[in-house]
């Protein structure tokens, strides 16, 4: 049941990213300008860096 879950939680990110990638990123684009992909983008990294480094110190 453990390697389900796991496959699941790898799996959703890369379906769901090339969707709506794409369609977040033109729609900012649209509505705002392209430094705010960037601006989104940022925290976003951050964020991701730090549960990273918090998984690999546990």
Known sequence: MAL???QAVVS??????????????GLLI???SWPWIF???V?????????A???DST
């Open 4 to 6: 389900t879950s796991a």
């Open 12 to 25: 959703l990110p890369v379906v769901v990213g090339p969707i709506f990638g794409p369609v977040l990123g």
């Open 43 to 51: 925290p976003v990294c951050a964020i991701a860096m730090a549960l």
């Open 39 to 41: 601006y989104v983008n």
């Open 30 to 32: 649209q509505h705002l």
């Open 53 to 55: 480094r918090h998984r």
